[in-house]
């Protein structure tokens, strides 16, 4: 048997062995754990800090958008006729809303008018961890303060405000037309849609650390700020308070004659600058949802017709260039002219008569016309009218416009041509016909027409404005003082069809229009008629050009008699407005019969 004092030797050694034990596992496993946190360190700071900051950034962070102010547009005075005022827009931080959100939206959909689901999954948040959701844009800046007022009375938390200006034209409905308007977050037609690289400027941001949940910043940590660059200011060729008057005398007719539209231009003869280009029926531009369609853009500009009679002046004036014809010219017209496939007629009964080429423009005969227009060919006509800007875009800066239409004179037969002389068989624009007029009131000269004063870039990357007007001699200056003579006499109240576009106390030149109008969906005539004066005062030293066009009146209506009296009040202001004196000189006396 062991002893007693080898038992017991036994059992102390093993006694110092436990600890021993117990000290090695220790440190094994203190090892384990400072080596595992070595390798997160090393992955944290060596491996991939940058995606570690971010994300830990990203957690403590708030964000927001710095709108940019929109650019002002503005008349040729400088008077608005687009800017900005103060708004706000309404925030949600869905960490604070969620849990009250359908009592929030409720309120806020009640006070905004603004939808309430939309405004519910905001409040929640569209996106996992979201803290900043737009509930609202460009609200009133009262209407938007009273209303988070109410939140924070009934013990609503989450809700801020931040600058987000509102859109506004200061005159409603005047230009329009041109100026086009905005919807929430992006232009939609006009001015304000092809201008937007220029008028929109580039929203900023700032973001700071903030305490978890409540959006606080905290002090001595780090931000960013990247300031908004506002829109820069468009200015126009527009003066507001003629574009106003033309768009009220033009209302009145097209409302007189219960017409389907009407357009209006006024030119400044030597510049080219628009100074007004109405269209009726239009709309307020603050209220575009309440406006039909068809009057959100501009007809002047986007639709096509035939011109009648007005195109006459381009004709004869063309042949007086060529050395084909001149005033005095002697031309017997019968009562109907047997052409081709069809006959031709002139809008009064007659039977042979004996008038000048100055007889034919002003009693405006499509019979005399064809006569004169017979020394060219269509390929001569043509290349005349292309001259005077037809059958291609004025490229002025208006989304849509149509460059109307003009058959080739190599593919032109005789027949078309014959039609072409008088103003049928080939469509405009109110812009292009406007400015062939104005080709004649300048000397000959055609002045490419303008509505942005300067240059700017439209949103196809074509630069408009007058910096890059041109100017092409089209006809001679005799050939146009001979045409304007005759022009004369279409308002002379003996010899002329329209002394109502007489403007008392100066000389006045125009010409009257009446074409028969194509239905888009036959691509037939449709018995209803266009109606127009093209003109220019002083007539022996132009300064201002005016053209008027009604669609489809309604009852007796005609060039001379419809749009004439528009032309005459437009005109008379428009010479008051500038302070052009009467040139007192003699009225034309070129014979009309011979």
């Known amino acids: 048997m062991p002893s007693t004092r080898a038992t017991g030797s036994a059992k102390r050694g093993a006694s110092r062995g436990a600890p021993m034990m117990r000290l090695r596992v220790g440190f094994v496993l203190i090892a384990m754990v400072l080596s ?15 995606s570690y900051a971010v ?22 005075n400088g008077v608005p006729l687009a800017d900005s005022i103060k708004g706000k827009m309404v925030i949600a931080d869905p960490s604070l809303t969620a849990d009250r959100a359908p009592e929030i939206a409720r309120l806020l959909s009640d006070r905004l008018s603004i939808d309430y689901f939309k405004t519910l999954n905001a409040l929640r948040g569209r996106n996992e961890g979201s803290r900043y959701e737009y509930v609202a844009r460009r609200v009133p800046s009262t209407l938007a303060s009273d209303t988070l007022d109410e939140l924070d009375a009934a013990g609503f938390s989450g809700i801020s405000l931040q600058d987000d200006p509102i859109r506004d034209y200061p005159a409603g409905d005047v230009a329009a037309n041109l100026l086009g308007y905005m919807g929430t977050d992006e232009p939609l037609g006009g001015f304000e849609r092809t201008f937007d690289k220029q008028l929109a400027g580039v929203d900023g941001e700032a973001t700071w650390q903030s305490t978890s949940g409540r959006g606080v910043r905290i002090p001595l940590r780090e931000s960013t700020l990247r300031a908004a660059q506002n829109g820069t200011a468009l ?19 097209v409302q007189q004659y219960s017409a389907a539209s009407g357009s209006a231009i006024v030119m400044d003869t030597r510049t080219g ?55 005095r010219q002697r031309f017997k017209v019968p009562g109907v002219l047997q052409r081709q496939d069809r006959p031709i ?48 875009k004025t490229n002025i800066g208006v989304r849509g416009e149509t460059p109307g239409i003009l058959t080739p004179g190599e593919v032109m037969t005789s027949q078309t041509k014959d039609r072409v002389a008088f103003g049928q068989s080939l469509s405009v624009n109110v812009a292009q016909m406007a400015a062939a007029v104005n080709t004649v009131a300048n000397g ?12 700017a870039v439209t949103d196809d990357g074509t630069t408009v404005g007058t910096d890059v007007a041109t100017r092409t001699r089209v006809i001679s200056k005799e050939a146009a003082r001979a045409t304007a003579k005759m022009m004369e006499k279409v308002v002379d109240p003996e010899d002329g069809v329209a002394p109502r576009a007489q403007v008392p106390g100066y000389l006045v030149a125009g010409k009257t229009g009446t074409a028969q109008r194509v239905n888009p969906d036959t691509g037939l005539y449709d018995g209803s008629t266009s109606v127009s004066f093209g003109g220019f005062a002083p007539a022996d030293d132009a300064r201002f050009t005016v053209y008027v066009v009604i669609h489809a009146p309604k009852g007796e209506a005609g060039g001379g008699s419809t749009a004439g009296p528009v032309f005459s009040r437009i005109m008379g202001y428009v010479l008051g407005r500038y302070g052009v004196e009467p040139t007192g000189g003699k009225p034309s006396r070129l014979p009309v019969e011979w």
């Open 36 to 50: 595992f946190f070595g390798a997160r360190l090393v992955q944290l700071q060596g491996v991939d800090p940058q």
């Open 55 to 76: 994300r830990a950034a990203a957690e403590g962070a708030a964000r927001v958008t710095l709108v940019a102010e929109r650019g002002d547009i503005l008349d040729r």
């Open 235 to 253: 200015r126009t060729t527009i003066d507001r308070d003629l574009q106003w008057f033309t768009q009220k005398v033009l209302a009145q007719t």
């Open 273 to 327: 600058e628009i100074l007004a280009l109405a269209d009726v029926p239009t709309f307020d531009a603050n209220k575009p949802g309440e406006a039909d369609e068809d009057d959100l853009g501009s007809r002047a500009m986007n639709d096509t017709y035939e011109p009648g009679s007005v195109e006459k002046v381009l004709t004869a004036s063309s042949l007086i260039d060529a050395g084909k014809a001149f005033p």
């Open 345 to 392: 007629g002139d809008w009064f009964d007659h039977g042979m008569i004996r008038l000048t080429l100055a007889g034919i423009i002003a009693k405006s005969s499509n019979i005399g016309t064809v006569l004169a227009a017979d020394a060219f060919s269509p390929p001569q006509l043509v290349s005349y009218l292309q001259r005077f800007g037809l059958g291609q």
């Open 444 to 455: 000959g000269v055609r002045v490419s027409p303008s509505l942005i004063e300067g240059s």
